[in-house]
């Protein structure tokens, strides 16, 4: 098995979403730009494919810190869809911890400015 194959981060992963997150101050951000490979109902993209942009922003925020932490528990709220061939911009914070349990927030924004996707999410470290 090859070394970095994230889905969502890999750049060697030739069916990855290939996401290069940055950290500035406290906050984890990335920009992306679904195909249409990426959609759900036409011209829009999967839910499921949000929500792993909002995972991954979350699981780049403990990485950037050196925290190994796994998802727990993640609760996602849709408000507006996303267009394919949209760029958009997900970017995640970290809310408290508590020993082993990581709890942070994630969103997606749209080019407008308006919030499409958000999310809460429980992290809990791992050995």
Known sequence: MRDNMC????????IGLHLKFTMEN?????AFT?????QGWDGFVHGGLLMTLLDEAMAQWLWRK????????????????????????????CEKSHRRLY???????????RQA?????????VD
């Open 117 to 125: 996707v958000r999310a809460t999410a429980k992290f809990l470290t």
């Open 66 to 93: 050196e925290i190994r932490a796994m998802t727990a528990e993640m609760n996602v709220r849709f408000s507006l869809p996303v267009a394919i061939g949209q760029e958009v911009v997900v970017e995640a914070q």
């Open 26 to 30: 406290e906050t984890c951000r990335a």
């Open 34 to 38: 679904a195909g249409e490979n990426h």
């Open 103 to 113: 709890q942070l927030t994630a969103r997606i924004i749209l080019p407008d400015g």
């Open 7 to 14: 889905f969502a981060c890999s750049p060697q992963n030739p």
